[in-house]
């Protein structure tokens, strides 16, 4: 079945540092691809999303691309905040499966000043 | 508008009783989702509702897991004969399928069940 796979943490990173937290999905078709993050004390929301091949999702400085070829969808930032402390979770959703949502384990990011 | 409601937001129970736990979507939104998230865990997925289809219970722990959605707007997730291994955030988000795909999933605050 559908799932996602995304890389394991916590990560601990110098405030300006850049982030990478890798993604990859399995799914039978096409899914559409998303992050979302929980920050301290607070519900997940939606951070990006992407919804065919080649698309790049982007929000708050962050940016991730949709590659078909690699089955990847991972999660980028140029610079991080302490404010950017929190988990992360990368999921799909598979159209052609129910449009079912599957997230992966999530990657805790902390940010020291 | 109002988001996704949960109710009640912190459970405790005994090892061996019922407990019911509600969710409320955002009106108009046709999938329904809930999901577990254990202490340091990710985010276990657990049932969908998507309008009027069957349910995907594939993600249900144990057959002492059930949920309904009334009226294709309000689930209820209950959880039979509760074990100390059930205390978990239990997450519902509902999100507007159309006929693209799946919009963006908007999560409610969470139930906190600790079974004692």
């Known amino acids: 079945g559908d799932s996602v796979t995304q890389m394991e943490g916590p990560v601990t990173l110098s405030e300006e540092a850049f982030l990478t937290i890798n993604c990859t999905y399995t799914a039978t078709g096409y899914p559409s691809l998303f992050w979302y993050v929980q920050y301290p004390g607070e519900g997940l929301q939606l951070l990006l999303k992407?919804?065919?091949?080649?698309d790049k999702g982007s929000n708050k400085g962050f940016e991730a691309t949709y590659r078909k070829e690699t089955t990847s969808f991972h999660l980028e930032k140029g610079s991080v905040q302490v404010s950017d402390s929190a988990v992360y979770f990368c999921?799909?959703?598979?159209?052609?499966?129910?449009?079912?949502?599957?997230f992966g384990a999530g990657t805790r990011l902390t940010v020291k000043p | 508008g109002a988001g996704v409601s949960q109710s009640p937001s912190n459970k405790v129970t005994e090892k061996g009783k019922d407990v019911e736990l509600r969710c409320d979507p955002i009106?108009?939104?046709?999938?329904l989702y809930w999901y577990r998230q254990s202490l340091g865990q990710g985010l276990e997925f657990l049932i969908y509702?998507?309008?009027?289809?069957?349910?995907?219970k594939s993600g249900l722990p144990s057959d002492r897991f059930s949920a309904e959605r009334t009226g294709g707007s309000v689930s209820t997730l209950t959880i039979q004969r509760t074990q100390q291994e059930d205390s978990a955030v239990y997450l519902c988000?509902?999100?507007?399928?159309?006929?693209?795909?799946?919009?963006?999933?908007?999560f409610g605050p969470g139930t906190r069940l600790t079974v004692l």
């Open positions: 992407a919804t065919k091949a080649d």
């Open positions: 999921a799909l959703s598979d159209q052609n499966n129910n449009n079912d949502m599957r």
């Open positions: 009106s108009g939104h046709t999938a």
């Open positions: 509702f998507q309008g009027n289809s069957a349910p995907d």
């Open positions: 988000a509902s999100s507007l399928v159309s006929g693209g795909g799946t919009d963006t999933q908007y």
